[in-house]
Each structure stands twice: as C-alpha cells, then as structure tokens.
C-alpha cells in the first residue's frame, strides 16, 4: 500500500492510500473518510482549549459518564473553541464545579462573582438550567431556571457562553 501525505492547516494531516481510501491524522489519531473542506474539525482530531478558557478542568471524569451531562458539555466545548480567539484575548473563566453528584442527579454551576450558571441534569426530574444573580449594593437576589431539552443543548450553551463572556468582559 503507497500513502501520500498533505500537509493541511494547523497540525493535521491528510493521508490518501493507493486505494482511494483518506484519512486525517494529528498526533497518533486518525480517522477514515473525514472531510477537512467542511468548518468542523473532523472527529479525532482535538483542538486544545488555552488554560484561562478551559472551564472544564476542575470537572471530575465521572460527570463524563452521565450521557446527556457529556452532550451538553461538549456542546459548551464546541462553543469555545468556535468564538474569535481575539474576543477571548485577557479573559480569564471560572471553571465548572459540581455541586450536587448523585446516581440520579448531577449539578454543574459556573460561579462568577455577581452571579452563577447553573445546569442540572436528573433521570426523574429532567434537565434544567438558569442563573442566580445577587446585587449586594441594592440588595436584590434574582434565581431563574427553565427546563432544558436535549434538542436545546447547541443553542442554550450557546447563548450561556456568550453571557458568562460577556459578563467576564465586564458587560451588564
């Protein structure tokens, strides 16, 4: 078998076999019939959060282990490593803690100081996610949820990383 090898952007590779057959290649992972034309990074190939953006590092493996957590999670992966990296450039995130880790609930909370994100995901109750705001200057505390259907994932972690980075920048 010949295998002829493009160099492609970033650090990935294209490999193409005499049989017609390509694949991608960034380290030792690689993966079959992939398309690197399209705006997704194919599967395999991993992007690397920088340290002052990875919200996720504090989360222990376990979470990972709760489908519908990892799905939404992903998802929030997915929006950071999208955003404009100049956008990003001086922002620091707090990282994900869990707060509540059961074997039927899992609550993951993203505290800033005025305000904290909070995402719940229960086999009984369903998935639910919203914000807790406290203004100690006028005395005022705000608590907000909605449910969270799986179908929702992309767009609520999407308009929830925009907030916190917004709020991170200083926004109101």
Known sequence: MSRSVTITKGYSSQVKTN???SFYIEGYSHVPNSDMRTNRTPKGIKRVLSPEIDIFTALPASVYGNDRAKSFLNEMR????????D????ITLPKLRVTE????T???EWIFNYFRLY???DQKEGDFYGEVMSDVENGKFHNEFRRMETAEYPSIAEAEVAYAVMMAEGGE
Do not use: A, H, P
């Open 78 to 85: 997915t929006c950071l490593l999208n955003w404009d990296k």
């Open 19 to 21: 049989s017609g057959r």
């Open 87 to 90: 956008e990003l450039r001086g």
């Open 119 to 121: 995402f719940s995901f």
């Open 101 to 104: 880790f059961t074997d039927v």
């Open 106 to 108: 899992i609550v993951i």
